[in-house]
């Protein structure tokens, strides 16, 4: 039987001209960070849950359990693997502590809770201040890299052992509200003062020119989303060997990221804020089934747009590349997937998702016409 990741190339690669590499460069003008394609990871953090934690989980909300079983590999390997887009769900903890001590540890034997230290959860490190990386508090409380910082920090370093890499989008994700489950509650994020500090927690771990920010994709234009649609994103090959950061949150506290500094003037972050506000530069949308004719409209006028190729485990158990092909076919830059080529496969799915030909990275259809293919 053909793997899932041949049947993708064939599926989606037939009717495809063998690419050719492009230099950054069309005869319209070079290439802009905006015109390229790429494969990124959903929960890129997201490590294996303990055996005992899952089998709870189970018995507690089967559907829950499904939709929570993948993981992935360390950030450096999926970078490695030609990933360019990255989402880190984030926590704030000021005073340190505040996940510590999760309340699935408890389901664990010694044996079990050593191994699972080994794993992913540095203890250590979360009692110390500043913001932490998990999904679920006390459920799914293991990351590959414990803290922002760490993330960030091992991103940057591999950014840096791989000059001229193709720009990475970091999503960092926070849900912040209180929830009806018996888990610890996050701290609310429409506080000014702990958006400043993750602002510094990014700025710190992604020094100088590392960053590529609102202020330099605005230039001298009135707003950021006027700058976008007229005069572009930065050329490629200015952003390659960079990081960007988007902040994907709830409303009220975009409003406060951006309060005070109009087009995020100052802010280390892009946000995600609705189209025609002078803030909108990038946006986010689940199903490109539902929503592909609106990313090519928002891709064509300048706008940067992640999309998502499969969710909770449901096309991968169904070998489903429906929303693969919509995703590429829709033009948005990053086509986020739990399962990149090399990413862990618990439940023997063999379902692998790429660009068509098996790239990781291309050019936008609805940008570039003609056959294009840009290294990673």
Not at 6 to 33: N, T
Not at 162 to 169: D, F, K
Not at 203 to 208: D, F, I, N, S, T
């Amino acid at each position: 039987m053909l793997r899932a990741s041949v049947l993708a190339a064939l599926i989606l690669g037939g009717a495809v001209a063998s690419p050719v590499l492009a230099k950054d460069a069309e005869a319209s003008g070079p290439l802009r960070m905006n015109d390229i394609q790429v494969v990124g990871s959903h929960n890129s953090f997201k490590t294996r849950i303990p055996a005992a934690v899952m089998a709870e989980l189970r018995r507690r909300d089967p559907k829950m359990a499904e939709a929570l079983d993948y993981y992935h590999l360390p950030l450096s390997a999926q970078l490695d693997a030609g990933v360019r887009q990255l989402e880190i769900d984030i926590f704030a903890d000021p005073e340190g502590g505040r996940y510590a001590a999760p309340k699935g540890e408890a389901l664990l034997s010694p044996a079990e809770r050593a191994r699972a230290r080994q794993e992913g959860f540095d203890e250590a490190a979360m009692r110390k201040p500043g913001y932490k990386v998990l999904h679920i508090p006390d459920v799914d409380y293991r990351a590959v890299c414990p803290t922002l910082v760490a993330c960030l920090t091992e991103v940057n370093a591999w950014s840096q052992a791989h000059p001229g890499h193709l720009p990475i989008m970091l999503t960092l994700n926070a849900a912040d509200t209180a929830n009806t489950h018996e888990i610890t509650q996050p701290l609310p994020l429409d506080d000014a003062r702990l958006l400043d500090a993750l602002d510094a927690e990014i700025r710190k771990a992604l020094p100088g020119k590392r960053l590529i920010t609102p202020d330099e994709v605005r230039g001298d234009a009135a707003t950021l989303a006027g700058a976008v649609k007229t005069k572009g994103w930065p050329t490629l090959k200015a952003a390659r060997g960079r990081i960007y950061v988007l902040f994907d949150v709830r409303q009220a506290v975009s409003d406060v990221y951006r309060a005070g500094h109009p087009s995020l003037r100052g802010r280390a972050m892009f946000g995600w804020y609705p189209d025609g506000e002078p803030e909108s530069a990038i946006q986010i949308v689940q199903d490109p089934l539902v929503d592909g004719a609106k990313i090519r409209e928002w891709v064509k006028a300048g706008v940067i747009v992640r999309t998502r190729t499969d969710a909770n485990t449901v096309e991968a158990r169904a070998h489903d590349f429906t929303k693969t092909r919509a995703a590429i076919e829709s033009g948005a830059q990053a086509v986020s997937t739990d399962y990149y080529p090399g990413a862990p496969d618990p439940l023997g799915l063999h379902f692998t998702v790429t660009l068509p030909n098996g790239a990781m990275a291309g050019c936008s259809t609805v940008r570039v016409a003609g056959p294009c293919a840009v290294k990673p």
